[in-house]
């Protein structure tokens, strides 16, 4: 045993909380909701969609668990597959149960399939609420669709399968049913079904009729309004001596900046530690060797825990980077897995997934050489994965999620309700590229708004200035590492990957900056979930830098926008200290002072004004300039502070005009606007001139 495998083994000890899935069970979770002919298959390959499966949940490696179908549509002929962990296509439209068979007794899955329909229409949303009376519980959706025909939508009804209770007909449920907690769900039908919301009946004396109504898939309240700061965690800190003591040494500056979330890209031991050359991405993370140690370079587990605590007396909480999808070639298990010879061979042979068996050649993702993908259909494998999380997760704020959707659905929902289950506060973010709307409710809190982020470097593209040498610096990755969008030299493959990752925007009008608004419409027709939210990111360390790619102006309206749209605002480091290329050392004593206050106005705007937060509404306005690189639009916080926001993506000034009458004063930076002349523009009654971006509050909401 090596003196890392001897640490790993001394961490796994010091799990302290016990976490369970659903009740303990191996019942596989809630009613899951497709579409006929979509697939509860995990397959290999490249195909970026999002996997799925049913799975026993509190898996044992070594449990049998068997499926049939119980109850199906009178012409279906679907079978689930002969595996622990089945694979299911609904072959006609219906209501189906499936029968776990598993050490504990039979449990029975509601499996609702509905037509096929056409992916092009827009998705419906839900909302679920309810009245209580000492009677009845009277349940209360609110069902929408971006084109309007709300008309047209019914909802549908299920009770948790765990579950003892009845729905009448007209959505109640006796009140004097609820003598233990009770899931309930709601899907909205159209020509799409939605994303399921949910409701929790649970029984308590204190509360209105004795029940108490929880809504199990919202966020942490913390992180509604917060601003996530990526770092790259072997780069940030100084280089001297780059360590969780070091990082913890520079939290000022986080603080300075109103940061409320530290978003740690991967600690733990890696192949891709320090000494990384930058021609294989540099000292990444994202290709684990040891699940439970911290990189030793970067200290121990108590220097870690000593850092999350340095944050949380800041009020800043910490999201741990999972990468759980993949591991380390040179990861123990791999290494058995691939080696015959191997006193582990046997027990860990089937932990991955092979393109050949008999060659254990690996399954990975877009020729990112050196990650095999684990096989998350091994009982086995998910067992130990829970065994990863449920270390990690008292020891921090939430995890994002590394190629989440590398990982079926149907694992995370278990994770959701584990994580949630024991700790309601608790935060998750998946990274799912291109987003999927399937990952919310009751799967991950956040997701990577990559519509917005594409959209906005698409306009960056026409409306920016280039660096003086014209350079980017793509050739900072390599195909070796986890999350390779694009490369310099890249081959054919590699091109088709940077392809994929980057067509989120293909269906938005890119050539104004308008454009910008039809990003933030588009969560609303794929239909995410109401409670879903959409962390806003102009770059992160996939990405370029925006600054060196589109130049400065249009870097400083691009997180304008971030700031001041619906969502969650990230700032990746160095970005607001002038860094040009992705993966640097931070560059302490050398910052750009004017960027870097910029960014602190930009917060505190944010933090101190409830109309450019979350949940203030946001509204298109009619307004006009001569620059497809301006746009202008309003925000409305729930006691009618609206204000104005005008971004200029291109070099110099521009001159928007609107009808509403607006303040004097700039909210970003305190000083006076510019007033421009409106006698060119019928009906439209104020004008004003901006560099880059103008936050102007209405003063009379009516004008």
Known sequence: MTDRDSNSDRNREQTTLEFESGDGSSHPGPPRFVTVGESFVNPNGNDMETRDEL??????????????????????????????????????????????????????????????????????????????????????????????????????????????????????IPTAEITEPVRVYAVAVGERHSVPDALELVPDESANAGVRLEQPFEAPTWVENALVYEIFTRRFPDQDEPTFQTIADRLDHLESLGVDVLWLTPFLEAESGFGTPMDRGGPHGYNTRDYFSPDSDLGSLEDLEALVEACHDREIRVVFDLVINHTSETHPFYE?????????????????????????????????????????????????????????????????????????????????????????????????????????????????????????????????????????????????????????????????????????????????????????????????????????????????????????????????????????????????????????????????????????????????????????????????????????YAREDKNGTRVIVVLHFGEGEATVRFDEAVAETDLVTGSTVTRADTAASEGLSTGVTVDTVAVLEVTDADA
């Not at 068997?66 to 597959?81: E, G, I, K, L, N």
């Not at 002072?593 to 937060?613: G, I, N, P, V, W």
């Open 55 to 172: 799975a026993p949940w509190n898996p044992r490696g070594d449990a049998s668990y068997s499926w049939h179908v119980r109850d199906a549509p009178a012409d279906s002929s679907a079978t689930p597959t002969a595996a622990p962990i089945t694979e299911f296509v609904p072959d006609v439209p219906g209501t189906y149960t499936l029968a776990l068979e598993a050490p504990d007794g039979t449990h029975e899955l509601t499996v609702r399939a509905f037509p096929e329909a056409d992916e092009r229409a827009p998705r419906p949303q839900v909302s679920l609420e309810a009245t209580v009376t000492d009677d009845q519980i009277a349940l209360e959706a609110t069902a929408t669709v971006t084109d309007g025909s709300d008309a047209d939508l019914e909802v549908e009804y299920y009770v948790d399968d765990r579950d003892e209770a009845t729905i009448s007909a007209d959505g109640t």
């Open 336 to 632: 058995a897995a691939v080696d015959s010879s191997h006193p582990d061979h046997e027990r860990y042979r089937d932990w991955y997934r092979w393109e050949d068996t008999d060659e254990r050649e690996p399954d990975t993702y877009f020729g990112w050489d050196g990650i095999p993908n684990l096989d998350h259909s091994n009982p086995a494998v998910r067992e130990y994965l829970l065994e990863v999380i449920d270390f990690w997760a008292p020891k921090v704020d939430g995890f994002r999620t590394d190629v989440a959707w590398g990982v079926p659905l149907g694992f995370w929902t278990e994770v959701h309700d584990r994580l949630t289950s024991a700790d309601t506060d608790f935060f998750l973010l998946d990274e799912t590229l291109p987003s999927d709307v399937d990952m919310g409710g009751g799967r991950f809190h956040m997701h990577h708004d990559d519509v917005l982020h594409d959209t906005l470097e698409a306009i960056g593209e026409w409306a920016g200035a280039a660096d003086a040498a014209g350079t980017t610096d793509a050739g900072d990755a390599d195909a070796g590492q986890t999350e390779i969008k694009a490369e310099a030299g890249a081959t054919d493959e590699e091109d088709a990957v940077a392809d994929e990752f980057t067509d989120s925007a293909a269906g938005i009008d890119t050539a104004s900056a308008d454009a910008i608004l039809e990003a933030v419409a588009e969560r609303d027709r794929r239909g995410g979930h109401p409670d879903s939210l959409w962390l806003q990111y102009v770059e992160n360390h996939d990405t370029d830098r925006y600054l060196t790619q589109y130049g400065r102006d249009a870097q400083k309206a691009a997180a304008a926008a971030t700031f001041t749209l619906p969502g969650v605002p990230m700032v990746y480091y160095g970005q607001e200290t002038g860094l040009e290329t992705r993966r640097e050392p931070m560059n302490w004593g050398a910052f750009d002072d004017d960027l870097h206050t910029y960014y602190e106005q930009l917060s505190d705007l944010r933090r101190t004004h409830s109309a450019l937060q979350t949940d203030a509404t946001l509204e298109r306005i009619e307004y006009d300039t001569e620059t497809d690189a301006a746009v202008a």
